[in-house]
Nanobody, 126 residues
């Protein structure tokens, strides 16, 4: 399973670091790709960032480029999302997701992902 944490309430311009830890035999470091998604009230879930199994390819949606950084720690079976210069429009429930496969490029499409965490709330006040 995937366990996401690190959400909270922060003022605009602040920072948060989301963590997502994988546990169980299903998750092997080899060939495991991760993504972060978010869903704001009344909106569809959208991809925020993704990283492939090698850590050689990362994806960021345009609105978070230069502010968010995705990283992974294979020893801890964890993926992180460092969020800086947060804006009120970043307010959403953030989900981590995982999919196995030897992707050369970080997988972006939601439908590709096999495993989902429970979500963590990020609220940015103006």
């Amino acid at each position: 399973q995937l366990q996401a944490s690190g959400g909270g309430l922060v003022q605009a311009g602040g920072s948060l670091r989301l963590s997502c830890e994988a546990s169980g035999r299903t998750f092997s470091n080899y060939g495991m790709n991760y993504g972060w998604f978010r869903q704001a009230p009344g909106k569809e879930r959208e991809s925020v960032a993704a990283i492939n199994w090698r850590g050689s390819s990362m994806f960021y949606r345009e609105s978070v480029q230069g502010r968010f950084t995705i990283s992974r720690d294979n020893a801890k079976k964890s993926v992180y999302l460092q969020m800086n210069s947060l804006k009120p429009e970043d307010t959403a429930v953030y989900y981590c997701a995982a999919v196995s496969g030897l992707y050369d490029s970080a997988p972006v499409a939601e439908r590709i992902y096999e495993h989902w965490g429970q979500g963590t709330q990020v609220t940015v006040s103006s």
